[in-house]
C-alpha cells in the first residue's frame, strides 16, 4: 500500500537546514559547505518579478556577512525562471534576477568585482511539474562560490 500526503505551503527551503539535511555532516566555517548549509544559497521570487522579498532580503544579508568574512571567494549569482514564458523572455527575466541580488549584495558591501552573473533563464528548472509548487521552486538566485578550494 502506497500513502502520499502533502500540504499547500507558501515557504520554499532557501538551505539545507529548510531542506531537512541537519546532520548531514559538519561543515567546516568559511567552507562552500558551511555557506550552502548554514546561511543559505539561494532565494526566491514571485511570479514575473525581481523584488528582492523579505525572506530573500534576511538570508542575502546573511551571505552578505559571510561574503564579507571570507574574501578569498569569487561568486557567481544565476538567475533563474519558471518555465512559463519564452526563453528569451525568461532569460532576460533571470537576468535580471541575478542583477537585483547581485545590487543587494554589493549595497551591503561585498565587493563588485567579487560578482558575476549568469541567467539560465527556464532551462535548469530544480523542480520538474506543471504545478504551482514547482513554479515557485524555480522562480530563484543561486549564490554559488569559486576559488579558495570550493
Known amino acids: 500500500m502506497l500513502a502520499i500526503t502533502g500540504c499547500a505551503s507558501k515557504k520554499t527551503p532557501n538551505n539545507a537546514a529548510d531542506l531537512g539535511l541537519n546532520g548531514a555532516g559538519a561543515a567546516t566555517p568559511g567552507s562552500a559547505q558551511d555557506f550552502t548549509v548554514n546561511i543559505g544559497d539561494r532565494i526566491f521570487f514571485d511570479t514575473d518579478s525581481t523584488a528582492i522579498r523579505a525572506d530573500a532580503q534576511t538570508t542575502l544579508s546573511r551571505q552578505a556577512q559571510w561574503l564579507n568574512q571570507y574574501k578569498q571567494y569569487a561568486i557567481v549569482v544565476e538567475g533563474h525562471a519558471d518555465e512559463r514564458g519564452t526563453r528569451e523572455y525568461n532569460l532576460a527575466l533571470g537576468a535580471r534576477r541575478a542583477a537585483a541580488t547581485r545590487d543587494f549584495l554589493v549595497a551591503r558591501g561585498v ?8 541567467s539560465y533563464g527556464k532551462e535548469r528548472p530544480v523542480a520538474v511539474c506543471d504545478d504551482i509548487s514547482c513554479w515557485s521552486q524555480n522562480r530563484r538566485a543561486v549564490t554559488t562560490l569559486s576559488g579558495a578550494g570550493s
Not at 111 to 118: E, F, H, N, V, Y
Open 111 to 118: 565587493s563588485a568585482s567579487r560578482l558575476k552573473t549568469i
